[in-house]
């Protein structure tokens, strides 16, 4: 088999503190870690090559400074998807 097995990445965010790694996964257990996010509401993103980076990263720990301005238009995406549409109400 030559494709690449998907992979999934949970990521815990608590202010004032950076993200933190909680889960790495491919193939059967990436799949659980994405139905668990659906099942719970969290927000996804596709983002392959900060995937890549992040599963580098022990898990339980918080993600590196060099990972800060890429997870900032990931928390960007996420703050955005979570408000409601303009004229709506929440």
Partial sequence: MTGKRP???ALRYEAPHAPKVVAVGRGALGERIVAA?????VPLET???LAEALA????ETEIPVELYEAMAV???FILRAAQPAPGLKP
């Fill in 47 to 49: 983002n392959a090559p």
């Fill in 56 to 59: 580098r990263v022990e898990v």
């Fill in 7 to 9: 992979l999934a990445v």
């Fill in 74 to 76: 990931i928390l960007a």
């Fill in 37 to 41: 996010a659906r099942e719970h509401g």
